[in-house]
């Protein structure tokens, strides 16, 4: 390893979350390490904390076959970043997350010897599991977020960390849902369901309908509740409102709120949501939620052979069993979610049962999980150090 006052560290995140992971990574390496300089893609937030940028963050942020026809170039920027870093290899390369990009050039980069740290682990033990062996050859340590995952990569004989989840660090044990009410000017009395369908637009289009005819059953059903809808892009909100008028549903007591799903799940009393990382923050907010999730069937058709759990939800596969109701593909009709939100509404004690559930999840979870990333990272670096001698 390089002397003290010169590590160099490669870093690489792709979109917004991860910038956020790297930025708080950044800052505890630096508390630690104050000469420590990084470089490699970052957005915003890493590069605040002093990351130096070689490409933009978001000429990495595609999903899928959405973003098929940029592949060539993504494809050439990391073969630019692996020339980069092998002609002056920096002490240590971290990948943050975005597993299609970073594992290929973590791979190249330990090949030449070069240390490598992954942070955010592939659903590799949800589906796909033989990417275990691609992740063998490039990762020196993995940093999980949850601790079902170190149990994984212990199994599979791959050094790591359980880091806890840095949501965990900073929501509160408590929210306050009457102030987050009238933040988003919702009545203060009554019942408020927060409805999520999903952030991408191919969500949206296989969700609106569903939630909106829930939204209608449990409207008939219970005049009191009003609905509230946050939404990440004009995109996604009109396609929400287009079923809206589709339904026949443009009456329903429905506010809708551009971002700010976190504060909208605070304020509600039940959320409604699409199978995704969203169901970790209503877990630590402790509300009762019901999750759903439909894809296309050739899409489910193809997926399937490929999966290796029973439990879809996060705080389900948290809580290793069914605490909250998971309704998926054919499940998912508006009659079951909307039944599913209902018994919620009539059976409290199962609300309470629920909400010390979500407490112990949180609790497991709380571990300053950007600090302890550093210490992993700096262990690893001085492990290589003291080998050099």
């Not at 870093?11 to 956020?20: C, F, P």
């Not at 949850?146 to 359980?162: D, G, L, M, N, Q």
């Not at 929400?240 to 809708?256: D, K, M, N």
């Not at 976190?262 to 877990?283: F, W, Y």
């Amino acid at each position: 390893m390089a002397s003290r006052s010169a590590i160099r560290i490669g870093i690489v995140a792709g979109e917004a979350s991860g910038d956020i992971l790297g930025a708080g990574l950044i800052r505890e390496i630096k508390k630690r390490l104050p000469a420590a300089s990084f470089e490699g893609i970052g957005g915003p937030q890493m590069q605040a904390m002093g990351c130096r940028s070689l490409f933009p963050m978001d000429r990495l942020s595609i999903i899928g076959f959405e973003g098929l026809d940029k592949y060539p170039e993504i494809l050439g920027i990391r073969n630019k970043l692996a020339d980069h870093f092998l002609s002056r290899p920096p002490d240590l390369f971290i990948g943050i997350d975005v597993p299609d990009f970073n594992l290929g050039l973590e791979e190249r980069l330990k090949s030449a010897g070069i240390p490598t740290v992954h942070y955010v682990s592939p659903t590799v033990w949800a589906w796909r599991g033989y990417r275990i062996r691609k992740i063998r050859r490039a990762v020196d340590h993995m940093l999980a977020l949850f601790p079902f995952e170190a149990s994984y990569y212990r199994k599979h004989h791959v050094p790591v960390t359980y880091v806890g989840h840095p949501l965990a660090d900073e929501i509160g044990e408590k929210s306050n849902a009457a102030a987050m009410r009238r933040a988003l000017h919702l009545p203060v009395k009554g019942v408020v369901i927060a409805l999520l369908p999903g952030s991408r637009d191919s969500e949206l289009k296989r969700h609106a309908d569903l939630f909106v005819k829930t939204a209608l059953w449990l409207h008939k059903r219970h005049s009191n509740i009003h609905f509230v809808a946050p939404f990440v892009s004009p995109a996604t909100r009109a396609i929400f409102e287009e079923a809206l008028y589709r339904q026949g549903a443009w009456f329903l007591p429905v506010t809708i709120v551009a971002n700010q799903s976190r504060d909208a799940m605070a304020a509600a009393d039940i959320v409604l949501l699409a199978s995704g990382t969203a169901t970790l923050e209503a877990a630590l907010l402790k509300k009762p939620m019901v999750v759903t999730y439909k894809m296309s069937w050739l899409s489910y058709l193809l997926v399937q052979p490929f999966l290796h759990v029973k439990l879809y939800a996060l705080p389900n596969i948290l809580a290793g069993r069914k605490i909250v109701p998971e309704l998926m593909q054919r499940e998912a009709t508006p009659e079951k979610l909307g039944d599913a939100v209902e018994d919620f509404l009539i059976h409290r004690d199962k609300t309470r049962a629920l909400r010390a559930a979500l407490s112990g999840i949180h609790r497991s979870l709380r571990r300053h999980a950007d600090a302890r990333a550093a210490e992993a990272v700096i262990r690893l670096l001085k492990s290589r150090k003291d080998q050099a001698k």
